[in-house]
Nanobody
Framework: QVQLEESGGGLVQAGGSLRLSCTAS????????TGWFRQAPGKEREFVAA????????YYADSVKGRFTSSRDNAKSTMYLQMNSLKPEDTAVYYC?????????????????????WGQGTQVTVSS
């Protein structure tokens, strides 16, 4: 059974930083697209960042571009989301995801419906 284990959420003041981690029990992690999504209360799940299947492309939502950095360590089967200059509107439950998506299309890797495996979610709260 594939599991994605998340960690790193918490409470931070506006302007602060957090780093989320997500470790996957996937044998061929290096060939999976990996993504980060978030869901705020009363809102739909939205795309935050993604890395395509071969690591050759990294994609960000406009709302986090320049503040968040998505990365991965294939040797550790772990993906990361470094979040800097956090704003109150970044408050949400953050989910990591992985999928056998062999596409470099930003529209494709940003679509939550095509990811197969999901983490349990971790709460990020940014106070003003």
């Amino acid at each position: 059974q594939v599991q994605l284990e998340e960690s790193g959420g918490g409470l931070v003041q506006a302007g602060g930083s957090l780093r989320l981690s997500c470790t996957a029990s996937l044998r061929t992690f290096s060939s999976y697209a990996t993504g980060w999504f978030r869901q705020a209360p009363g809102k739909e799940r939205e795309f935050v960042a993604a890395i395509n299947w071969n690591g050759g492309g990294t994609y960000y939502a406009d709302s986090v571009k320049g503040r968040f950095t998505s990365s991965r360590d294939n040797a550790k089967s772990t993906m990361y989301l470094q979040m800097n200059s956090l704003k109150p509107e970044d408050t949400a439950v953050y989910y990591c995801a992985a999928g056998a998506i062999f596409s470099s299309s930003a529209q494709t890797v940003g679509d939550p419906r095509i990811y197969t495996y999901w983490g349990q979610g971790t709460q990020v709260t940014v106070s003003s």
